[in-house]
């Protein structure tokens, strides 16, 4: 079935796109995995359990392990064919004197009365994040009834997209601007809802503040929320105490990542781009550490697989200055990201910050809720039909409010 009816009162020119590595860079990254060592055995590599946050980092075993499923079992070419199986454009976007070229994929409804919808992923994700939601929305609608217009866009700098620009600091409110001219454009300038998870989060904040389009925002990370002072911990459930302590293992032991993003960017930009094994265990630990249960090896590698053959680690960290940088300048308590429109929040157990129901409350108009007993960080990839049930529920409630 076909979801390529682009809107008819689109501005934008939207280009179809094919995800394809060259026979010679698939043959180059293959001689260069092979060479790829892994460091010698030491007692915190043989001891690490990357399930605990105050517990050393990735494993030995399992990056020996990974590197050789990597070399001798995937197959890159299946994960293209899945890619390219989905309706997939570039569109160049102008911002800021700089000339953007952003991919997305897109299922577009023939329905009227359609609900436009945006996608955010961060880091590490992408939008192959979202691979397992259009597959549960592909086999549950057709391009006549689906009642969504789903836009999942690359971020600036993320994967088929590029930038950010060489001679500006590019922000999170520069990709804001850049994802609305995009659902703009596309011909949803009366109303739009961003979802977002990681810096997708961030980024839909941002939207509801400032894009007149964004109607409203769905979030399932709200990282940055202090205790508001009437909240006592003695109020919340168990099960938001139990996330809170998972959240303060992170902020003391597990945020180190984020902190070299934003102080060294540049360091640790050139390190990951030498070896596809160093980006396989930066990148590796962070989908098992903030994971309910553990992805299936081959989705991590896909994941690792496209930021390798895109190069787009380096480009892809720039929004880690703004919170860990020498002069942090976003964090959600801010009075200038309060949300006034519409908000929901969908809780996990295994998000690496599951900040609790009346916390996030204090840090927008939360109209919509809901507590799940299971799933992580990366809630479309991890429970793809919940992540769809809310999507379908929360639009549900909240479109007629705003529409």
């Avoid at 503040?209 to 009437?230: Q, R, Y």
């Avoid at 020498?326 to 157990?349: L, N, Q, R, V």
């Amino acid at each position: 079935m076909s979801f390529n009816s682009i809107p008819s009162k689109a501005s934008l020119k939207p280009r179809p796109f094919t995800a394809h590595v060259s026979d010679e860079d698939l043959e180059s990254f293959q001689t260069l995995l092979r060479h790829s060592r892994i460091g010698p055995k030491t007692y915190e590599n043989l001891t690490a359990n990357v399930k605990d946050f105050t517990h050393l980092g990735i494993s030995r075993q399992w990056l020996e392990d990974a590197k050789k499923q990597w070399e001798t079992q995937y197959d890159w070419r299946k994960t293209e064919d899945r890619i390219n199986s989905y309706p997939n454009y570039t569109v160049a976007i102008e911002d800021s004197g700089f000339d953007f070229e952003i991919h997305f994929i897109a299922l577009f409804s023939k329905k009227k009365d359609a609900v436009p919808l945006t996608l955010l992923h961060g880091w590490p994700g992408s939008f192959l994040e979202f691979l397992g939601t259009l597959d549960v929305l592909r086999e549950k609608y057709t391009p006549e009834d689906l009642p969504f217009h789903v836009i999942v866009p690359s971020l600036p700098g993320y994967g088929y997209s590029n930038g950010p620009p060489l001679d500006q600091d590019f922000d999170v409110q520069g990709i804001a601007r850049v994802v609305d001219k995009l659902m703009v454009g596309l011909g949803f300038g009366d109303g739009y809802i961003s979802q977002g998870g990681d810096i997708g989060s961030f980024v839909s904040r941002v939207l509801a503040v400032n894009a007149e389009a964004c109607k409203a925002v769905h979030l399932h990370l709200a990282i940055g929320i202090s205790k508001p002072d009437d909240v006592t911990i003695e109020s919340l459930s168990q099960e938001e105490q139990k996330g809170l302590e998972r959240y303060n293992n992170f902020n003391e032991m597990g945020n180190a990542y984020a902190r070299e993003h934003g102080t060294r960017p540049s360091t640790i930009g050139l390190v990951l781009s030498s070896s596809p094994v160093a980006l396989l265990a930066w990148v590796g630990e962070k989908f098992l550490q903030w994971s309910d249960v553990s992805p299936p090896l081959n989705e991590i590698l896909d994941s690792v697989s496209l930021y390798w053959f895109t190069d787009s680690f380096p480009r892809a960290i720039y929004p880690y200055r703004q919170f860990f940088g020498p002069k942090p300048s976003f964090f959600h308590p801010d009075a200038e990201w309060h949300i006034k429109k519409p908000m929901g929040y969908s809780w996990h157990p295994k998000e690496l910050a599951p900040v609790p129901k009346d916390w996030v409350a204090k840090s927008g108009n939360l109209v919509w809720y809901r507590g799940h007993d299971e799933g992580g960080h990366f809630a479309a990839m991890e429970k793809p039909k919940l992540f769809v049930k809310d999507l379908e529920d929360f639009v549900e409630e909240v479109w007629p409010m705003v529409k």
